[in-house]
């Protein structure tokens, strides 16, 4: 399928005030520049012919996973001299390595979809694998560490028997000193199975060259065990979509979740990493996080609008989805929250600033996402009322899996 990007308009025009700004503002741009020829490329190149602070640079964009988009983009602007001869090679390197990667777990990934598809286990690809396809063109410059698959709860046992097969191993993890697999911690163990929504990763080692195992993330709920916020899994698994694994080629798909729900997933992941203490504290969200939400609204999602809106409504997800997509807005200048409709009652500071303590007590923080993202130090969090706009409207709180989140996974 051809995705659509009809919708796509270029950033807001403000000039950045300071080096830091352009730094950040060229950035933001380059994280959604959908080809060399796109506006905010177009928009990006011109801050980076004007010069910015190379270290600046490169520190942003390795924090937000952006070091083979940032290559991209400055190689195919032919701007690679905005930065030092080693920077340069640093980051073509990294595009380069990235490249490898992505060829190498795209080729398994249709090996175990194939593989899925013989043992009649219904599956769905997410996340990186997907995205680096349909929403990066093909250029190599998504960076994701795993393959990421989504199965309805009755297959979990049919899903794992099914990775066995293909070889993995279940129940490990790598040890980077030894380069080996090694039990997974018995409390973690107990952590997978006292919060169900994940099953403990998948690994396939790899003999010798520079990729040393392949990670696969089964998922079987769009949003996390105990949340008020949930959408029935007969629903997301009944209308699958094929997308292409590789630009192009129609005769290599991978299968993956319909629009409306593949948008909603990367939402309530996004809300999940951003709205809890554990999670904030430990690392906090990343700006491609954002650009992802963008990218999937203008490639996928916009076009099915209706039946986006008709799920949010039937499940109540306006004020998750409306924290996530005004975020999103304020960082872009896109009109997402407005294009969805219905939203605008919990475009509230009261619930935007607000976020869960691991105590299950609330928080607040201040600034906007821009400077929220856009910083050397975590957020600084501070005790708050119960906010707006939980589930329930505020009636039941919101249960944290407090223990169970991985922010390995990108």
Known sequence: MTPDTSTQEPLRNEEPTSAAAKVWRLLELVSIADGPDSPESAAAAEIARTGVDANELLARAARNGLVPGLADFLVAQDLKGVVPHHMQLHMIDALRWNKFRTEAHISEAVRISEGFDRAGVRV???????????????????????????????????????????????????DRRSQKLVDLPRSEKVMFRLYPDHLPHFHRLLDGGGLPFFMVDVAYNVSWYGSGWQVPMDDVMSDLQRLPARPGNADETLPALAAPYGFLFLVLHLFREAWFERTVRKTDVRLTQFADIVRYWRRLASRQAGSLRAVIDRHGLHSVVAW?????????????TTEIGGLEEFVDPAWLQSAGAANGSYLAWSGDMRSRLNRDTLIELTPAPEPPYLPGHGSKPVRVNATNDDTSRV
Do not use: W
């Open 124 to 174: 769905a690809c997410n996340k990186g694998i997907v995205f680096q396809s349909v929403l990066y063109a093909g250029r190599h410059s998504r960076y994701f560490n795993d393959i990421d698959l989504m199965v309805h709860p009755r297959d979990t046992a049919a899903a794992a028997e099914t990775l066995l097969s293909l070889g993995y191993t279940a129940d490990k993890q790598y």
């Open 324 to 336: 996530v997509c005004h975020h999103t807005d304020s960082l872009y200048g896109t009109t997402i």
